[in-house]
Antibody
């Protein structure tokens, strides 16, 4: 059974940093690209970042570019999101998600974690 | 303002068929596959359609996806109370070089 478990969320002040983790199991982690998606309170889903299976290709949403860094450790079946210079508008439930196919174009995200909550408040 | 446009709400009675639309542009829906997700706030989103019209295993055939040009639709037939949820469309955007989501449609089963 595929499982994605996020952790690392919490309450921080603006300008602070936080590192999220996502532990994967039930599939061959190093075959698949992985994504982070967030949902702010009362808002819809917002894509944050993605990383290819071998970390060669990394992309970010403009809203987090230059502040967030995605990475992975295939030996530990883990995905990470280092969030620096956090802003009020980064307050959200952060989900990690697995790309459907191991190769080819993006056609969707088939498994998602339950999310970890990040609250940026003074 | 989401890149993909969905109606904020939709509704139907049990047994009815409802359709949710998703409008985009040539850089996303027009040139890439669309997927749909069911999401109850605070829970893990669930994939219900990928590659425009493919159902993952376990998703009933009451769910059907389609795409034409720069628009896509999710149709749910034989509406059930358990279908009451938020639904989001998504696609890769070649100009933004990332995934874009619709703003979400809250489906209410009356």
């Amino acid at each position: 059974e595929v499982q994605l478990v996020e952790s690392g969320g919490g309450l921080v002040q603006p300008g602070w940093s936080l590192r999220l983790s996502c532990e994967a199991s039930g599939f061959t982690f190093d075959d698949y690209a992985m994504h982070w998606v967030r949902q702010a309170p009362g808002r819809g889903l917002e894509w944050v970042s993605a990383i290819s299976w071998n970390s060669v290709t990394i992309v970010y949403a403009d809203s987090v570019k230059g502040r967030f860094t995605i990475s992975r450790d295939n030996a530990k079946n883990s995905l990470y999101l280092q969030m620096n210079s956090l802003r009020f508008e980064d307050t959200a439930l952060y989900f990690c998600a697995k790309k459907i196919h191991s190769s080819g174009r993006w056609v969707g995200l088939d498994y998602w974690g339950h999310g970890t909550l990040v609250t940026v408040s003074s | 303002q989401s890149v993909l446009t969905q109606p904020p709400s939709a509704s139907g009675t049990p047994g009815q068929r409802v359709t949710i639309s998703c409008s985009g542009s040539s850089s996303n829906i027009g040139s890439n596959a669309v997927s749909w997700y069911r999401h109850l706030p605070g829970t893990a989103p669930k994939l219900v359609i990928y590659s425009n019209d493919q159902r993952p295993s376990g998703v009933p055939d009451r769910f059907a996806g389609s795409k034409s040009g720069t628009s896509a639709s999710l149709a749910i037939s034989g509406l059930q109370s358990e279908d009451d949820s938020d639904y989001y469309c998504a696609a890769w955007d070649d100009s933004l070089n990332g995934v874009v989501f619709g703003g979400g449609t809250k489906l209410t089963v009356l």
